[in-house]
């Protein structure tokens, strides 16, 4: 029974390329969440997405971010034209409706 | 705004130590309340979650208290061992924990041998 997938976990970029993580939620799961979390931080929210569906964006910066979660594949978060600031972890958890959130092992981006 | 706060930062015990983790909410919508354990380089791993119908959960060595009129709810580790020794965060969520988790800034823990 595999956990959350994310790939890649490791992810070098120059500043103005565009950075591409994947999530695969744990089979049976609809529900996929993005966290970012910066050296020595918490996690903060950035989105919440059903199949096809934004639910919550409240947590996503309004330029260069974008998440999708295709009816088929994984869910896809999206930075064009990187910078420096964008450096974190980002993490995804998926869930059932209205149950624990499962975390995956998280995509390390680095923006030189 | 920082909706969940948590204290200490850091925490340093020795093996057999019961470390006790807090945390303090605003949002009196909150109605799911988790803990995750964090190793360095993985991922959030969940610990124990509460609801706030009942004031304390116990699993294993780790028992969570909430105090609902107070707003808070804190973590306790029984028997600590060298192997707990990771960052651990609270964590607040609204409808049961289906919607976004607001999380702590974590705390850093240490227990040495």
């Known amino acids: 029974n595999a956990g959350v997938m994310q790939n890649p976990r490791h992810l070098v970029r120059r500043r103005g390329q565009e950075a591409r993580l994947r999530c695969s939620p744990m089979?049976?799961?609809?529900?996929v969440y993005w966290y970012r979390q910066l050296p020595e931080e918490g996690l903060k929210f950035m989105v919440y997405?059903?199949?096809?569906?934004?639910?919550?964006e409240s947590g996503m910066p309004k330029e260069r971010f974008s998440a999708e979660f295709p009816k088929e594949g994984p869910s896809i978060l999206r930075i064009q034209q990187v910078v420096r600031g964008d450096s974190a972890a980002y993490f995804c958890?998926?869930?059932?409706?209205?149950?624990?959130?499962?975390f995956g092992p998280g995509t390390r981006l680095l923006v030189l | 705004q920082q909706q969940v706060k948590q204290s200490p930062q850091s925490l340093i015990v020795q093996k057999g130590g019961i470390p006790i983790i807090n945390c303090a909410y605003e949002n009196t919508a909150f109605d799911y309340f988790p803990w995750y354990q964090q190793f360095p380089g993985k991922g959030p791993a969940l610990l124990i979650a509460?609801?706030?119908?009942?004031s304390e959960k116990k699993e294993g060595r780790f028992t969570i208290s909430f105090n609902k009129s107070a707003k808070q709810f804190s973590l306790h580790i029984m028997d600590s061992q060298p192997g707990d020794s990771a960052t651990y965060f609270c964590?607040?969520?609204?409808?049961?924990?289906?919607?976004?988790?607001?999380f702590g800034k974590g705390t850093k823990l240490t227990v040495n041998p």
């Open positions: 997405l059903q199949k096809e569906n934004i639910i919550d």
């Open positions: 089979k049976g799961h609809s529900h």
């Open positions: 964590a607040a969520a609204t409808q049961g924990g289906s919607e976004k988790l607001v």
């Open positions: 958890a998926s869930s059932k409706k209205k149950e624990t959130q499962y």
């Open positions: 509460i609801r706030p119908d009942v």
